[in-house]
Each structure stands twice: as C-alpha cells, then as structure tokens.
C-alpha cells in the first residue's frame, strides 16, 4: 500500500492498514504483554558497563517501580519528570509510570538550571528522577522555582541523603508479578501519557503532550526480536522515546549509553554490538564521516540506518551509503506534535525527497491563504494523524496557534508533493528568509557548500540589513582543521554554483562550534545572532 492524493479534497493519505496492537488501552499494559512474551529474551545492554536486562527482569522492574510509586502516594495524572541520561534505569521508570497512568515528562539531562526550570515550572511535577552528576542542577533549579517535588536518583552513583530508584524494585508482599493486571487507563487516546518538548531551534521549548494511543500507534510494526537498536538521544527528544517504545512493543533489543556522540564511540557500539537499526541525526553522520578510521569499521550488520531531525542532504546520504554493504540510508521526516515520523524513504528512495506518508497519516499543503495545493506546488506542510495531538501543556494559545481551522497541525515546515506521491521538504517556514524580495531557502546553499572538502557542519542565515530592508546570506562553519580552506574560497564556490541572490553578501565565518540543542539540531536563531554579531565585527573594522 502507498500514499494516495485525493484530486477533490487536495489530500495526501497513507496506508490505512490498522495499528498491530490496540491503541485503546493502555501503554503500560501493551509494554508488559509484549515483555511478557518472550520473558528470557535480552531486552536492554548497556554499552557502559555491560549490564543486561530481560525482558522479564524489565517487567518486574517496571510492575514493583509502578506498585511502589502508589504506595508513596502518586496516582493517574500526576506528573513525573525525568532528567536521567541513557542509563539502565530509566527505562524501568518510564515505563512504571505508564503503567500507572502518570504523564512523563523528560527533559534533557544535560541541560542548564535555568533550562530545566524553564520547563518544570510548566509542568511542575510531584516528582523529578535525575542522576547524582546533575542533582545540584536539577535542586537549584527546582528551587529558582520554588517547587518542591520528591527527587529519586537514578544511574549508577548514589548519594547517602537521597533515595535511590532501586529502592522501588524491592519485593512487594503479596504482589505477584506473573499475574499482575495493570490499572486500567481510561481514555488513553486521550490521556497523556508523555511530556516531550518542542526542538526548541526557533525559541524556547514547549511541553508536547502525547497520548497512550499516540506512542501505541507509532512504537508498533517496526522490527523484530532479531534486530538491536541504537540511538544517542536521551528520552528527551522524540528520536530518543520511540527508540525506547519501539525496541520494547517490537521486541527488540536496546542498546544504551550515557556517554555523549563521538564518531569513534558511534562506531565502536556498532561493531561491538552488532547494531542493525540505528537513528542519527545529519549533524552527527557528518562528524561520523570525518572519523579517521571509519574505512575500517565493520558495518555489515546494519541494516537501517535512519536519519532526521533535520534537512539531509542527497551528498551526506550518499556518503554514508558508501560504507553500508548489506544496509540503506533512511531519510525521515517527522515533528514531536504528531509522536513520531510522517513520512520516510523506505522502500523506495527519490533523490531529494523525505519519501511517502506512513500509514494512518494525512497530508496538505496549503498556501499563505490556507488554500490547499496540488502537486509541485510548493507551500506549508499540515499533518493529521489517527489520534490528534493533545497540545502543549498549560499553554491554550500556543496549542490553537497549533492548529489551522479543520484541526490540522501546522508544521511550519515547506515543501510539496510530486506527482508520485514523495514529499519533499524544502526548508522550515520560520527559517527562510529574504534577500530583496527573493525568497531563499537555506538549505539550498547548505546543501552546495555541504560538498566541499573539510567542511563538517553549516548553517546559513539571513542576517537583518535594517537600513536596506532586506537579509543577507551568511554561513557559519565547523571546519575540519585539518583541512586547508579559507572563508574567502567559500564566498567563491558559493558564487561559482548558485543564482546571484543567494550569494553570501553576510560573510562567511569559521567557528569553533554551531550552537545547537542536545540532539543535534542548529538553533537557527542563536545561529542568526552569532552571525549577525560577526558581521557587525566586519563593518566596524
């Protein structure tokens, strides 16, 4: 089945084959019937240190977490925060909480006081997990806020004055976790079982509220017992939370780390474990290409290798396809408001597009009227799913502004549909800018500098000309110092291979790094005052 346009409606709709398991009970209950399915089966292995989980040991884990956390008092509806790396805890903890019908809401655990209290004052949980390598953060931030919830370490470290989460594994009299019947979650297309936040490359996070349906839906047909899966994000972006879902309700194995993306440690994981799915995004696959010894690496076992989050050049995909011999490169596209991907090029792949609608989803492109558009007609992408987004949390005008009029998600993302049905995304609304009224995409210039030899990263902004009324094109470059190149060669090859208006009259300027957010994604607006800044250096001098 394929994605199929409605001429009449100007409607793009996926395969309307239904979701393997029944979205309409509860996350909890759907995570440990699978566990429960294959109890000797190795769920998780942590890269760190070794340690293995069971799927049954994962089951008894989460059941006594989720039986232990009602004993202290929490109940459906409260809200539980997470600010724990990839460590072999978290997941027991994720899943308690859906088991008990208490939203989760996971914020990056390398995040600042001041960012973490940003988020937690909107939701202001009833208790926080965090790691003893972030807790004064996490306390300083809690009380910048003057909140005062319950904090659990989780990880390996302890702390002799705080309790610790396996202090939730312990035995319950009289439970017994082979018969154990979760509550029942009423609703679950309409409750909330996971807190994410927006990217954050445009401004400041969101709370994105996603249904137990939501993640049911998404996490299901995707793999098998035999696959393992990898992916560096913590469980605070949407990348991060479907690896953990969709390795656990596909039966797979998940592999885990708390250490930070490096190209070698990337590699060392593959090979070691025998990855044959993994998730990256274009930032980090373009430091993987740079690893001195990638040529090396065996990567035989790989069999997916999905990226996103992100603009993916065909340059970079065709890099990385280069070393998979038994593997394709996927490229996605999707946004956290949906829970998951849209579309993605798999099984067939056109160059420059991010593929065909997965099933159960509806898209339109709209102009700056709201009127639909038909193929090749470039305009705003609008995304509908089976089980609408729930809004984000405690703000009612953000979540209308969500919305167009007949309750479509508005992406702010541009692009179009050809006449076979692939979409292409051309480039975030809120990132394009103009140059005397030429409306540019940055990521046109990105992708012809991406090319050039010694470049590792780029971002292209429009810095404000105040005086002329217009932006000017700039990039700003991570450059592999190894490599002999100049900004003026740059501002050459940008002139040699693109029409006059996208030139880099703004400058272009090396940098010892991009701004970016923990998964990987430039923040675009950091990015545009940073250049801004160093051209304004320019004009002085």
Request: a neutral charge.
């Amino acid at each position: 089945m394929s994605t199929k346009f409605d001429p009449k409606s100007k409607i793009w709709i996926g395969p309307q084959n239904k979701c393997i398991f029944n979205p309409e009970i509860g996350l909890g209950e759907i995570i440990l019937a699978v566990l429960a399915r294959t109890p000797n089966k190795i769920a998780q292995i942590s890269a760190d240190n070794g340690v293995k989980l069971t799927c049954s040991e994962l089951r008894v884990k989460s059941i006594r977490l989720a039986e232990n956390l009602k004993r202290k008092g929490y109940k459906f509806g409260d809200i539980i925060a997470t600010v724990s790396r990839n460590n072999h805890d978290i997941s027991a903890v994720v899943f308690g909480c859906n088991i008990i019908g208490a939203p989760v809401n996971c914020l990056d655990p390398n995040f600042t006081a001041t960012e973490i209290s940003d988020l937690l004052m909107i939701t202001k949980p009833k208790l926080v997990f965090c790691e003893n390598y972030n807790l004064k953060n996490v306390q300083s931030a809690l009380n910048e806020i003057n909140l005062k919830p319950e904090i659990i370490l989780t990880g390996d470290e302890v702390h002799e004055d705080m309790i610790h989460v396996t202090s939730l594994y312990e035995e319950i009299k009289g439970l017994n976790e082979r018969f154990y019947i979760p509550p029942s979650i009423p609703n679950p297309s309409k409750h909330t079982a996971i807190i994410l936040c927006s990217s954050g490359t445009t401004g400041k996070s969101k709370g994105v509220c996603l249904s137990h349906s939501t993640m049911i839906s998404h996490s299901s047909g995707s793999g098998n017992e035999n696959d393992s899966l990898f992916c560096f994000s913590s469980l605070y972006w949407i990348s991060g939370m479907l690896s953990l879902m969709m390795s656990t309700i596909s039966g797979m194995t998940r592999i885990i780390t708390t250490e930070p993306f490096s190209g070698k440690r990337m590699c060392e994981i593959i090979e070691n474990y025998k990855i044959t799915r993994i998730s990256a995004p274009p930032s980090q696959i373009s430091q993987l290409l740079e690893y001195k010894d990638i040529d090396s690496v065996d990567f035989s076992s790989i069999q997916l290798f999905i990226l996103g989050g992100s603009f993916v050049s065909d340059n970079l995909r065709k890099r990385l396809q280069k070393h998979l011999k038994n593997g394709v490169v996927i490229v996605t596209y999707g946004l956290t408001e949906i829970g998951g991907l849209a579309s993605l090029t798999f099984p067939v792949i056109k160059l420059g597009s991010v593929g065909t609608l997965r099933p159960r989803m509806m898209a339109k492109i709209v102009d700056e009227t709201g009127t639909n558009l038909g193929y090749n007609e470039s305009g705003e992408i609008c995304i509908k799913f089976e089980f609408p987004f729930l809004g984000y949390y405690g703000d009612e005008i953000q979540t209308r502004n969500a919305f167009d009029s007949e309750g479509w998600v508005k992406t702010g993302d541009i692009g179009y549909f050809d006449e076979e049905n692939h979409l292409y995304m051309l480039d975030r609304k809120k990132d394009m800018f103009k140059y005397r009224n030429y409306q540019i995409n940055p990521s046109d210039i990105e992708e012809i500098l991406q090319k050039v030899t010694g470049i590792l990263n780029i971002c292209v902004v429009g810095i404000p000309d105040h005086d002329n009324g217009t932006d000017l094109p700039a990039a700003l470059i991570l450059k592999n110092e190894k490599i002999k190149l100049t900004e003026t060669e740059i501002i050459k090859i940008a002139e040699e291979n693109l029409p006059d208006y996208k030139h880099l009259r703004g400058g272009c300027y090396f940098v010892d790094a991009l701004p970016l957010t923990p998964s990987g994604k430039v923040q675009r607006k950091l990015a545009t005052e940073l250049a801004s800044q160093l051209y304004e250096k320019i004009i002085i001098c």
